[in-house]
């Protein structure tokens, strides 16, 4: 595992990618990664701030990464550097994992490992990203893709999530929410969810009914709630509702409402031994089928088999 660090960069860009893969952590009782930063040659690296990181690894061991992590480029309009995109064509004709942060995609395009396929960036970039590589099927509305071999984020924070779904992806969920847990931050945000949010803090003073009926809901997982129910207990109409809760959560009142109910089946699951069935009731879903098909898609595994594996853990 090697990420990249460049002229010019935050000690945040870097920062989150090293604390996600960079720390050893003997508690999982995992082989965790090797991992190093690298860049375009061994020696001090300014970033912004006036500071100084100074690194001993250069290309060659970025070559050589199983997994090669671009964060950024210095410059969304300049040419990428002609080493790194055949550091990155090499590395991903043998086999290597590549992914990119925010503006890291441009690296990836200009290497052509984007060409025909999906690609997350930060949204103030997906236009021009879109206009310098045509051949790339830009997604300015995601927060990260994964194309198996090639994986895309947008902005940094998202990035964040990315590396915990590489995490999720090489131990499985218990180790990725373990860690999600040591960096207090949620265990699992969906891929496709907006990555721009229009209102995401009413402004001071205002009153806030979407937020007042996420909370309403949120204290009543286990009973039925619709859409309906939650724009009455906002004192608006459904259409209107749907409307201002995108623009508050990204997503819409169902999706989260799945999200939420998953969450609270977790310490149920990892602290009881109420059957399945028991636990899909209690967090609101109707039945265990539909639990366990909610519970695959944002766990990446089953109910029974996340139980085991956070009990042998």
């Known amino acids: 595992m090697a990420v990249l660090a460049y002229e010019g960069m935050t000690g945040f860009e870097v920062g989150i990618v090293t604390e996600v893969f960079g720390l050893a952590r003997p508690e999982l009782d995992v082989a965790w990664y090797e991992f190093a ?8 690296v300014r970033m912004v701030g006036g500071a100084t990181m100074d690194t ?48 890291g995609a441009f690296a990836l395009a200009a290497a052509g490992l984007l060409d025909g396929r999906g690609a997350a960036t930060h949204w103030r970039y997906a236009d021009l990203l879109r206009e310098r590589f045509p051949a790339v099927d830009v997604r300015p509305d995601v927060l990260y893709l994964d194309g198996g071999d090639v994986l895309t984020s947008a902005g940094s924070a998202a990035g964040l999530d990315l590396c915990l779904h590489l995490v999720r992806r090489d131990f499985g969920p218990t180790v990725a929410n373990a860690v999600a847990r040591r960096l207090v931050i949620p265990p699992h945000r969906d891929g496709g969810q907006a990555q721009f949010i229009e209102a995401p803090v009413p402004p001071d003073g205002d009153a806030d ?5 996420m909370t309403w809901a949120m204290a009543r997982l286990a009973e039925p709630l619709t859409v309906a129910a939650l724009a009455a207990r906002a004192h608006m109409s459904t259409r209107s509702y749907l409307r201002h809760f995108a623009r508050r959560t990204g997503t819409s009142p169902v999706r989260w409402l799945i999200a939420q109910r998953v969450q ?8 009881t031994a109420t059957p399945v069935e028991e636990v899909a009731s209690a967090v609101g ?18 109910p029974s088999a996340y139980r085991r594996a956070f009990r042998d853990r």
Do not use: K, W, Y
């Open 37 to 44: 930063i690298c860049a375009a040659r061994p020696g001090p």
């Open 56 to 103: 001993a690894h250069g290309l060659a061991t970025f070559a050589a990464a199983e997994t090669l992590i671009v964060p950024g480029v210095p410059d969304v309009r300049g040419e990428v550097d002609f080493d790194l995109v055949n550091v990155l064509r090499a590395a991903h004709a043998r086999g290597a994992r590549i992914v990119s942060i925010c503006s």
């Open 209 to 213: 009914p979407v937020a007042e009926s």
């Open 264 to 271: 609270a089946s977790l310490p149920l699951l990892e602290s």
């Open 285 to 302: 879903f109707e039945t265990a089928v539909t639990f366990r098909h909610h519970f695959a898609r944002a766990m990446r595994t089953s």
